[in-house]
């Protein structure tokens, strides 16, 4: 396991993606919930004020969940570009010694 990591043959991207996914959207539902509760206090000076702030945030983390998805797939087409490419040339010349 040790050697394929160091090798670089295989790439462990695809699966750092999905953990940096996850992250990002624990980050985000954090943003969230912070955003929610800071409009909660709005509204003690301002009713209209609080309440825009908390639909700004829904609208927001609707908007980043979308986004961030967008992001992450980008990077894991790259990563299987990578192994489709490879394949393509192992397939080309021949199973590698």
Do not use: H
Not at 1 to 27: P, T
């Amino acid at each position: 396991m040790l050697n394929q990591f160091l090798s670089f043959e295989k790439l462990i991207g695809s699966k750092l993606v999905v953990i940096v996914y996850w992250v990002g959207l624990v980050g985000i539902a954090l943003g969230t919930i912070a955003a929610v509760l800071g409009g909660l206090g709005a509204m003690g000076v301002s009713f209209f004020g609080g309440l825009g702030a908390i639909i700004f945030a829904l609208i927001g983390a609707v908007v980043g969940v979308l986004f961030w998805r967008f992001v992450c797939e980008m990077y894991l087409l790259l990563f299987r570009m990578a192994d489709d490419v490879r394949d393509i040339k192992t397939m080309k010349s021949g199973p590698l010694a």
